[in-house]
């Protein structure tokens, strides 16, 4: 599912024309803060929560360690890209750290479609078209994200889909093993949402902030209110039948 999200997603963007590609990223950016903050706190978090059976204890912690080993992460690619100790700190590191996120975000969603389609079959045609209306535009905001931290589109569009792949996969292993994967489940979730986390108030946020210009203010803060909007309503709709 999430393949698909990603490879709709690198189509609707190399479609349009090269000029109109470098004005949209950092548009895209603001997009992709609102998705991803939007995609953590109200999705991934609650439906952890929930999954764990309600266990906030549990969850939160992961969420704040998988926070921290991210930053640590950050630091060790950064290191190995740069050793000047006055040397600016690269956003390159966003790249591996959005695939992970994503890789688990995708991991989980084929243990949920499994699990949905083995309880119903309409129940997996409803969650699995709910998947794929989410994916999308948070794929739209990976592929962004990738882009500005300087993947080719090639390689942008390559490693968004291996991330993505992992759906099917899971999905398979899900089917003979269900029962033990499903403790693991809740912490995939937690530390998918601090990757989202992660990834929009470290990275995209101090990016959004080196454009002082009223207008492109404005332009920001509309743009992470369309993506919050945008996968709040999607949440709404279909996390429920997770």
């Not at 699995?128 to 931290?149: K, N, V």
Request: proline residues 4%; contains cysteine.
């Amino acid at each position: 599912m999430g393949s698909i999200g990603a490879i709709a997603a690198a189509a609707l963007f190399m479609a349009l024309k090269e000029d109109v590609q470098k004005k949209l990223v950092p548009s895209l950016l603001s997009f992709a803060t609102g998705v991803l903050l939007t995609a953590s706190l109200l999705g991934l978090i609650p439906e952890a929560i929930e999954s764990s059976g309600g266990e906030p204890h549990f969850i939160m912690p992961t969420v704040l360690i998988a926070i921290i080993g991210f930053f640590f992460l950050e630091k060790i690619i950064t290191w190995r890209n740069c050793r000047d100790t006055t040397c600016e700190v690269h956003s390159h590191a966003s790249g591996p750290i959005i695939l992970l996120g994503d890789a688990l975000h995708n991991l989980t969603d084929g243990i949920v479609i499994t699990a949905a389609f083995l309880t119903e079959f309409h129940l997996g045609i409803i969650v699995g078209i709910t998947i794929i209306s989410h994916e999308i535009p948070q794929e739209t905001g990976d592929f962004a994200i990738l882009l500005h931290s300087g993947y080719s589109k090639k390689k942008a569009i390559l490693f968004n889909t291996l991330s993505s792949s992992t759906t099917i996969p899971a999905a398979i292993v899900a089917y003979f093993l269900l029962d033990p994967l499903d403790v693991f489940v809740p912490f995939l979730l937690a530390v998918s949402a601090a990757s989202f986390l992660y990834i929009a108030l470290s990275d995209l946020t101090p990016e959004l902030h080196k454009n002082t210009q009223l207008k492109y203010i404005i332009q920001q803060l509309l743009l992470i209110i369309v993506g919050i909007a945008l996968m709040w309503v999607l949440l709404s709709l279909g996390m429920h039948n997770h």
